[in-house]
């Protein structure tokens, strides 16, 4: 198994791992703790707060016509992030009335970005059980063009971070009336599920 094939290891390992993470919390108060300071290291690390402040405070939006399909809706989106840049996603909705779950979606290396056949299958299908999906294209990666050379910089995992909080904000901000507050989450594969794990560690509000 190679250094990033950690997730070929067998069952059992796993099993391992996870007695091993549960002896580490004692209780609840434990664990909360320990939590508290990943958080607080993951915002350090990252530098996060620094680009946050930059964050256009009336950012400039585009909304493509909705598109509407067997139990849910797409709506494209752009919206300027920090002066000069914006972020490119799609909004999945439900059909039906009332509030529901939000998911942030960050996408991941894969071709085609958040057009990707399976990718819009997946919204789709989370859409018609009732989460509004918000598939955003990760920097400088998608954004109807291959790759570009910023993706590689060192900014590019901070600016990927802020586009999934300068979306969620947006959703909050003017889709209230649709949104269950109790229930946010996020969801990635690939270079999306390690934007996934930024964000659930990234307090915005």
């Known amino acids: 198994i190679k250094p990033y094939?950690?997730?070929?290891?067998?069952?059992?390992?796993?099993?391992?791992?996870?007695?091993?993470?549960t002896s580490l919390y004692a209780d609840r108060t434990q664990w909360?703790?320990?939590?508290?300071?990943?958080?607080?290291?993951?915002?350090?690390?990252?530098?996060?707060?620094?680009?946050?402040?930059?964050?256009?405070?009336?950012p400039r939006t585009v909304l493509s016509k909705q598109r509407r399909y067997d139990g849910y809706s797409v709506q494209n989106i752009c919206i300027e992030t920090l002066p000069g840049e914006f972020a490119y996603g799609s909004i999945y909705a439900p059909l039906t009335k009332g509030r529901?779950?939000?998911?942030?979606?960050?996408?991941?290396?894969?071709?085609?970005?958040?057009?990707?056949?399976d990718q819009q299958q997946r919204l789709?299908?989370?859409?018609?059980?009732?989460?509004i999906c918000v598939d955003y294209d990760?920097?400088?990666?998608?954004?109807?063009?291959?790759?570009h050379p910023d993706h590689r910089t060192e900014r590019a995992?901070?600016?990927?971070?802020?586009?999934?909080?300068?979306?969620?904000?947006?959703?909050?901000?003017n889709r209230a009336k649709q949104i269950d507050t109790t229930r946010i989450?996020?969801?990635?594969?690939?270079?999306?599920?390690?934007?996934t794990v930024?964000?659930?560690?990234?307090d915005r509000r």
């Open 5 to 21: 094939e950690y997730a070929r290891r067998h069952t059992a390992d796993g099993e391992k791992m996870l007695a091993w993470l």
């Open 32 to 58: 909360e703790a320990r939590r508290d300071t990943l958080r607080r290291e993951v915002r350090q690390r990252l530098g996060i707060d620094d680009f946050l402040k930059q964050c256009v405070e009336k």
């Open 100 to 117: 529901h779950p939000l998911i942030i979606c960050p996408n991941g290396h894969f071709g085609d970005g958040r057009y990707r056949k």
């Open 124 to 131: 789709a299908t989370l859409a018609r059980m009732g989460a």
């Open 138 to 147: 990760i920097y400088a990666w998608g954004q109807s063009a291959d790759e």
């Open 157 to 173: 995992h901070i600016v990927q971070a802020l586009d999934g909080l300068v979306m969620l904000d947006w959703m909050l901000d």
């Open 185 to 195: 989450a996020a969801n990635g594969g690939s270079g999306g599920g390690s934007l």
């Open 198 to 202: 930024l964000l659930t560690a990234l």
